[in-house]
C-alpha cells in the first residue's frame, strides 16, 4: 500500500495562507477516498497546528493528523507557486507534506514524519522535489525512502 499517489500531489498551488492549503489538501485526500469525514480531519489538523507550527525549516511544512475523519492513511504533497506564511513565527514554505491517519493507528504518523525528515535534511531530496515536473516524479521519490 502506498501512502501518496499522483492524485494527492498539487503542483503551482495558487493559495495564499496556511489553512486554505491545508484545506486543499485535505480536498484531494477526500477525492481520493481516503477520508470519511473530511471536516474532523480538517479540525485535528488546526487542532494540532495550533499546539506547534508544523513549519519544519527547509521552506517546508508538514501539517499533520490522527483523526477520526480519516479512513486509510495517506500523504498528500503540495508545491506553492508563490511561498506562503505558514505561520507568525515562521519562515516561508514553499512545500508541504499533509499526513493522515487513522485514529486508531498507534504512532503511525510519527513513522511517516521520520521518514521525511530523515530524507529532507538533504539538499538534493529538496532539490529534487522542487525540480520536479510531474506527479509521477514526486510518487516515486516518496516512494523511494
Given at each position: 500500500?502506498?501512502?501518496?499517489?499522483?492524485?494527492?500531489?498539487?503542483?503551482?498551488?495558487?493559495?495564499?495562507?496556511?489553512?486554505?492549503?491545508?484545506?486543499?489538501?485535505?480536498?484531494?485526500?477526500?477525492?481520493?477516498?481516503?477520508?470519511?469525514?473530511?471536516?474532523?480531519?480538517?479540525?485535528?489538523?488546526?487542532?494540532?497546528?495550533?499546539?506547534?507550527?508544523?513549519?519544519?525549516?527547509?521552506?517546508?511544512?508538514?501539517?499533520?493528523a490522527k483523526s477520526?475523519?480519516?479512513?486509510?492513511?495517506?500523504?498528500?504533497?503540495?508545491?506553492?507557486?508563490?511561498?506562503?506564511?505558514?505561520?507568525?513565527?515562521?519562515?516561508?514554505?514553499?512545500?508541504a507534506f499533509q499526513?493522515?491517519?487513522?485514529?486508531?493507528?498507534?504512532?503511525?504518523?510519527?513513522?511517516?514524519?521520520?521518514?521525511?525528515?530523515?530524507?529532507?535534511?538533504?539538499?538534493?531530496?529538496?532539490?529534487?522535489?522542487?525540480?520536479?515536473?510531474?506527479?509521477?516524479?514526486?510518487?516515486?521519490?516518496?516512494?523511494?525512502?
Open positions: 500500500m502506498s501512502l501518496i499517489s499522483t492524485d494527492l500531489v498539487i503542483f503551482d498551488s495558487g493559495v495564499s495562507y496556511r489553512d486554505e492549503a491545508i484545506k486543499q489538501m485535505a480536498d484531494a485526500m477526500e477525492a481520493a477516498g481516503k477520508l470519511s469525514d473530511k471536516e474532523q480531519y480538517i479540525k485535528d489538523v488546526f487542532e494540532r497546528e495550533n499546539s506547534a507550527s508544523t513549519a519544519v525549516g527547509f521552506s517546508i511544512a508538514t501539517p499533520h477520526a475523519g480519516v479512513k486509510e492513511a495517506c500523504l498528500a504533497f503540495t508545491r506553492f507557486k508563490n511561498p506562503i506564511q505558514w505561520d507568525s513565527n515562521s519562515e516561508k514554505v514553499s512545500m499526513i493522515a491517519v487513522p485514529e486508531g493507528a498507534a504512532n503511525q504518523h510519527l513513522d511517516i514524519l521520520a521518514l521525511i525528515f530523515r530524507n529532507l535534511i538533504h539538499e538534493d531530496f529538496r532539490q529534487k522535489l522542487m525540480k520536479a515536473e510531474t506527479p509521477e516524479e514526486i510518487c516515486s521519490l516518496v516512494e523511494s525512502i
